[in-house]
């Protein structure tokens, strides 16, 4: 079969496959100084957001992705109270994060402002503790952010980024570990995303070999379902300062005080269990 | 973009969405007496096989399915001699069934012989355990046949099925599960593939009754992810007849005398983890 042009269709780059949503109609469509922003209204996922042709996020799955990003970095912290976001410009990481009380600083270094004002306006819900008082969005180089960063600032450093070519390529070098590393008080833990297993599992190795150049002391990739994310299957990969990625805080991740969809304690203890091509890749 | 009539596309029924493969040439294509079998050489997962214009098999993601499908069951029963596959056609959970050395027998009873035929022409690799002096090849209607068995005669009963529609639907019933059982010998486990958590979370659940209702004392999905089917994220259901899911021969698993390359005891124990909404589904 072949689908008409009500498709949405982003072919997986060098991997001779690709996902389509059947579109009800364009919401949005605007180039700004970094990328072209496209909103559609889908038939079966909501709200699709992507960016130059590739998904960023959908209403129907985003969930999985951004608890990944968070709570397995915010519960294997002992007491994480200053949060940096690196990237996240839909904001869904951001909510998450001000999901826990103690955290007392979520600060936001997003490239793009135009990608946040869009996500304000189609992505409500994401959007929906931009206004806390304990957010901070900005619209600058996260590189160049944590480059500058005073020594010991953040607990957690979450790296929410598109993938590493273009303008996010310097978000998976171990030169900018080092600078998350110096950037993290002691216990620190940096979490980022690491695209897929199946497709790339070399990034994902190098990913690790970077970390422990830049001093990490222990890097553990989560691996979950994604279904609009390229083989369906993604990662995030957390590296500790100084410390054990080993146990986490499992009763407090039981007595969570807000709600998730997909994260639970068992889903954290079980989400680094490595496959066996995964876990002789990393050796 | 628009994809062009080199790619192969499949549309995930229902879910506003498809997958789509880029093919080098068709290889093969007949109607059978039950359903149109196509074979695709694509460009980056190897030989694909549809049944019926849906993805059954790609060279590339398949070592997950039929690991998933076969290793968890027969890990987990105490000592698995007699082992029955429902569907399978294609040979690729035989394969891994036969990989255990204390499996005496694995009869394998697919309704379309032409299915095995096929695969056995473009799928070498999943029939190379074929003609193992423990296997047999049946083809002819698994329900019926499992109404048949005599009882006890089998340790474990994989049930590898295409989707729950048509012909396959009976083999998600109580009263298929309750012939299982009978058909199971005692400490015995039944194995059945239960599509996408993400998309069919609805069915695991009435998996699960009709399961139990079929008076198995134990029930466990085990989720994994696989690319080419709906969602890119699946799951296996097992029941056990009389005993626990909880427990499996971990060191067995540890020390398996061959290859794979997704099951390792660390996923076994964690593929049971339940994201939170599925959690809440089954209650």
Known sequence: MSLDHSWYTEE??????????????????????????????????????TLD???????????????MMSHPALFTHAAPRRVLIVGGGDCGTLREVLKHPGVELAEQVELDERVTRVAEMFFPALCESNND???????????????????AS????????????????????????????RALAPGGIVAGQSESPLFHAPLIRSMHTALRTAGFTDAATFNFPQCTYPSGWWSATLASKDGSLATFRREA???RPFATRYYNPAIHAAATAAPEFLRQTLG
């Open 154 to 181: 953040y607990d957690v450093i979450i790296v929410d980024s598109t993938d590493p070519v273009g303008p996010a390529a310097g978000l998976f070098s171990a030169e900018f570990y080092a600078n998350c590393r």
């Open 253 to 255: 991740a039981a007595a």
């Open 133 to 151: 008082p304990r957010a901070r969005l900005r619209f600058t180089d996260g590189i160049k952010w944590v480059a500058d960063a005073a020594p």
């Open 12 to 49: 997986w780059a060098g991997q001779g496959s690709a996902i389509s949503l059947k579109t009800v109609k364009k919401l949005h469509d605007e180039q700004s100084a970094y990328q072209r922003i496209e909103i559609y209204q889908t038939e079966t996922f909501g709200t699709l957001m």
């Open 53 to 67: 042709g590739l998904v960023m996020v959908t209403d129907r799955d985003n969930f999985i992705y951004h608890e």
